[in-house]
């Protein structure tokens, strides 16, 4: 049995960015979900699936690290959010949802899932808070008070006062 072969016209890719704005994970995850829909539509099944990564944004503000990881349709009882030191993991699972009929095609995705950081300053673990709202859950972890930048003020002395002593 021969595969089908997909072609592009005009050879190279066209609108896509050229160089380091191009993100190559991206890419290859594309490629994975590729690859995944073509084994199931000639197998009928897909191995066992392995913890994924979901997607997220961190910043950082002067007092905390914020974090905003995408997990629609995921229930906060099927999410578990740990700290040990500067080590923050965010693992669950999102359940297959029962089904009439045959399932054509499914890019959702499903399984258990996996967000790992390492912050780049000592946080304060005791106070982290975590709430989830519009399948996006916000995990919010207070640095701890010897990392936060302090402003130090300079105080003026004048020459007159220093001389007369």
Same mark, same amino acid.
């Given at each position: ?53 979901? +997607?997220?944004?961190? =910043?950082?503000?002067?007092?905390? $690290?914020?974090?905003?990881?995408? %997990? &629609? !349709? ?28 045959? +399932?054509?095609?499914? =890019?959702?995705?499903?399984?258990? $899932?996996?967000?790992?950081?390492? %912050? &780049? !300053? ?44």
């Amino acid at each position: 049995m021969t595969t089908p072969v997909r072609r592009h016209r005009g050879g190279a890719m066209q609108g896509s960015p050229v160089g380091w704005a191009r993100n190559p994970l991206t890419e290859f995850d594309q490629l994975l979900s590729e690859m995944s829909g073509l084994m199931e539509s000639t197998v009928g099944a897909t191995a066992p699936a392995v913890a994924w990564t979901p +997607l997220a944004d961190v =910043t950082e503000s002067d007092d905390a $690290f914020h974090v905003e990881i995408e %997990l &629609p !349709g995921v229930k906060s009882k099927d999410i578990n959010v740990e700290a040990n030191g500067q080590e923050l993991v965010v693992t669950g699972e999102i359940k297959e949802k029962e089904r009439k009929g045959v +399932l054509r095609r499914s =890019t959702r995705r499903t399984g258990s $899932f996996e967000y790992r950081l390492r %912050l &780049p !300053g000592e946080v304060d673990t005791e106070k982290i808070n975590a709430q989830m709202s519009d399948g996006v859950l916000n995990i919010t972890v207070p640095k701890a008070e010897v990392a936060k930048p302090r402003h130090i003020e300079i105080s003026e002395t004048s020459e007159s006062t220093e001389n007369k002593g």
